[in-house]
């Protein structure tokens, strides 16, 4: 036999109620190695692009601070305005890398965790003021975690770092013969080719992460046997007051049913355990509505009232049992089974005529 779980063990998939609730409070599994090696990638292709206007703007505003500088008096105005003048050449420089890091940031977030916007994480919450509980979180396992994985990143990092620029040392031997120019060339080479593997292995390192972080959430938003049958109480309502509404629901509708029974043209019975109430207004109704219907004690009570309103009982236990079975309670009759009705209402009508 298989073992049974302890009760306080969390072993029920997370509802749509508990995942709502976990994402309000903004507990999402939202990993940072995403994010970091997004950013690392995409600012590192953004550059290969970028670099020529870059050092080119870099060497525009070199040459230009070079030019005039026989022009510049050294006072205290002169240098602020050419310190105002490089910050702002600068910050005009490096605004798309700005630009580009801000916008892969929140891509590499809505990716991860779609479109959420909530200022619960960083609602204050003086629980966390507490220093004990501050200790006791800094020595968590989820802290050890966090520092065995950056440990192991910047080993992996730079293992292939190492292992790459290593694998290039013979060809660095030759750089004493080259030009400036093709030295600096080589040393790009090398240098994009480390970031290059680099990126690779922050993808890789992302991917694990962002799938551990994803069964680490499923397995936080699990819940008990008791807090499932607590949040279908709250949702759903609890079963007993349910079936309590349910009855009275009931009670209330055959009530209604009862009280239109003295207004039936004919009860059509089986004779005993089916009873069914019919009414036909011509020129009102295009066809017969079934008032009231019902089955054992039910359809005596039925024939009881009927007996006291003095509207007749017509035995018919095969039109009684259809009709008891494909119609409901103020329906009209089925094409099917209109001639047997209108048989049994023009026995009743002439009933009526008789005694008249």
């Known amino acids: 036999m298989a073992e049974e779980k302890p009760p306080g063990e969390r072993t029920e998939a997370p509802t749509a109620k508990r995942r709502a609730d976990f994402r309000k409070k903004g507990q999402v599994a939202q990993s940072k190695e995403v994010q970091t090696a997004a950013l690392f990638t995409l600012m590192l292709l953004f550059w290969l692009f970028f670099a020529p206007y870059f050092w080119n703007s870099i060497r525009e505003l070199m040459t230009a601070i070079w030019i005039n500088s026989g022009e510049y008096a050294i006072t205290a105005s002169s240098l602020m305005h050419l ?15 700005f630009l580009v890091a801000l916008i892969t940031g929140f891509f590499a977030s809505v990716f991860q965790v779609g479109w959420l916007f909530t200022a619960k994480p960083i609602t204050p919450d003086f629980n966390k003021l507490d220093p004990i509980k501050g200790m006791g979180r800094f020595f968590s396992k989820r802290s050890l975690l966090e520092l065995i994985k950056s440990l192991l990143k910047v080993l992996l990092i730079g293992w292939l770092a190492f292992s790459t620029v290593a694998g290039e040392f013979d060809k660095a031997l030759l750089l004493t013969g080259m030009e400036v120019e093709e030295t600096i060339r080589y040393l790009a080479r090398t240098a994009a080719l ?65 009280a239109a029974v003295p207004e039936a043209d004919v009860v059509i019975t089986n004779p005993t355990h089916f009873a069914v109430a019919i009414k036909y207004e011509p020129g009102k109704m295009d066809a017969p509505v079934l008032l009231a219907k019902g089955q054992g004690l039910v359809a005596e009570k039925i024939r009881e009232i009927a007996r006291e309103h003095h509207v007749p009982l017509v035995e018919n236990p095969p039109v009684a049992r259809l009709l008891h079975k494909k119609v409901d309670i103020g329906q009209s009759i089925p094409e099917e089974l209109f001639k047997a009705v209108a048989e049994i209402l023009a026995y009743v009508y002439s009933l009526k005529g008789n005694r008249n």
Do not use: C, N
């Not at 499923?218 to 949040?231: A, D, H, N, S, Y």
């Not at 509404?245 to 009530?255: D, G, H, K, V, Y």
């Open 83 to 97: 310190s105002h003048y490089i910050a702002e050449t600068l910050a005009r420089m490096l605004f798309p890398l």
């Open 194 to 258: 480390v970031m290059a593997k680099v990126a690779a292995l922050m993808i890789f390192l992302a991917a694990i992460d962002y799938a551990f972080v994803r069964w680490e959430m499923e397995e936080k938003m699990k819940m008990t046997k008791q807090e499932l049958k607590e949040e279908m109480k709250e949702t759903e309502g609890d079963p007993y007051i349910k079936s309590k509404i349910r009855s009275i629901q009931q009670q209330m509708a055959r009530r209604r049913m009862m």
